[in-house]
């Protein structure tokens, strides 16, 4: 749980930068304040898979890079459209 906690902190400190240096725009948000960070991101799919993977894979490294390399590769082809 620690480390959920920890990357919804990273997260968010990320997104406050994000937003300082306008590096992207928030067009459609859910909380008043959603214009400065993606909450549904940060706090939810984020946060819920930080936490499944560490549980999964606690004591097995190995099984932690090569689960967190595929999540990695998962959200760059997420991004591309062909």
Known sequence: MPVTFLTCLLMT???QIAYTYDW???HEYIVPWGYMIDTSIAYGAFAVGTFWIF???YHRFSLFILINFFMDYLCVLSHFHY
Do not use: N
Request: hydrophobic share 65%.
């Open 55 to 57: 549980r999964f894979t």
């Open 13 to 15: 400190i990320f997104f």
């Open 24 to 26: 992207w725009e928030i």
